[in-house]
Every structure is written in C-alpha cells, then in structure tokens.
C-alpha cells in the first residue's frame, strides 16, 4: 500500500486510471489510451509519466508488450484536498498534503476514485455535530438529497453546509443560528456529498 501524497497530479491522475480499469477487469492500458485518457497530444509524455511512476516502484513495465504497464501497489487511504469554510464561504481550496488511512467503501463510497476529505475551517456546522478541525469524507459527482451536508462552490467561494432544495430552488442552509442561509446570486456547484466526520482527538 502507498501514499498518494508524495505524487503529482498527473502521476495521481493516472494512478486513477490504472485502478479504475483494475476494478473494471480491462487489461492495462497502451500509451495512446492514457494520452486519451489525459489529453496528452504526445506518446512520449506518457511514457515519460509511466517512468516516473515506475521509478517510484508503483508499477512494471513488461518490454515487448503493447499492454504491459501494471501496477504493483494499490494505494491507500483518502487524500485530504485542503480546508473549507464552516463559516462566511472563503476562498479556494488550499492544497497540502495529508492522506487518510482509510478505505472508503466502509462509509459507503464504492468508486474510490470519487473519495476524497477536506478539514473543516468554522463553527456554522455544529447542529449537525460538525467542529472546526474536523475532517469531512465526501464523495464526488453524486446528485446531491435535500438535507445532505454539501461542499459547495457557491458564486465562487467554498463552503461546507446543509443541502436546501425546494419549490425547484437551491440553497444552503448553516446549522448554526449565528450564520444566515446562503442563496446564490450566481451559480452553485456542489463539489462533494458528505459521507462522515472523522474528528483527531487532540492528546
């Protein structure tokens, strides 16, 4: 098992693709299907991704075989993206690196390649027993149910808050009385469905 704190985004990105083909029982890919996979116009630069990650000892290269790359480890836990606002919404997402060991099929996540954690940054969250300093497991691309915790980009800015929807209108509503509900101006976009809190006791 490795960490994926220590890669790059495209080495990440090809770690997905590798496991997800894995779990689907297709045979490794050829360079062409991973520089279609990662919009990579050259051979080359993938063949230079899969060195890299060959060197890093995460996968084989058998020679003389169109679909020889294989991966040799599967990752382990979830990678933690940044901190998001429980509060007033803040600003982009900070990237660092932290990686949780856990698998998140036991929170109900089954496509691995859509877990991921953010740490919460605010109180506006504690009526649904979610503290600052707490760390979110959410999943990506789902559709988001009335009263579901979200982590929304909403005109802009990041936030984690209650999922509202009704009459055919979208909100986010904060579980404490101190912060007002927020309805966009312009667009929201739900980056993430809350699936657990995970909170580190201090010692």
């Not at 859509?114 to 504690?126: E, I, N, P, Q, T």
């Not at 579980?175 to 007002?180: G, Q, T, V």
């Amino acid at each position: 098992m490795f960490s994926m704190v220590n890669l790059t985004k495209p080495q990440r990105l090809l770690v997905d693709f590798l496991e997800e083909r894995g779990e689907r029982n297709d045979p490794p890919p050829t360079y062409r299907e991973i520089c279609a996979h990662l919009r990579y116009r050259s051979p080359k630069a993938a063949a230079d991704l899969v060195a890299a990650l060959e060197k890093k000892g995460l996968v084989t290269r058998e020679k003389r075989r169109a679909r020889g790359i294989r991966l040799v480890q599967k990752r382990a836990g979830v990678p933690v993206l940044g901190r998001i606002a429980a509060g007033p919404p803040g600003e982009a997402l900070e990237e660092f690196d932290e990686c949780l060991a856990l698998d998140p099929a036991f929170c109900g996540i089954r496509d691995r390649s859509k877990a991921f954690a953010l740490r919460v940054k605010g109180d506006s969250m504690v009526g649904r027993q979610i503290f600052d300093g707490d760390i979110v497991l959410l999943e990506h691309a789902v559709i988001p149910r009335n009263g579901d915790v979200v982590a929304a980009l909403i005109d802009n800015e990041s936030t984690i808050k209650t999922f509202v929807r009704k009459s055919g209108k979208a909100w986010l509503h904060a579980e404490n009385p101190r912060y007002p509900d927020l309805i966009p101006a312009l667009d929201m976009q739900v980056q993430g469905v809350g699936r657990a809190v995970i909170r580190m006791l201090s010692k």
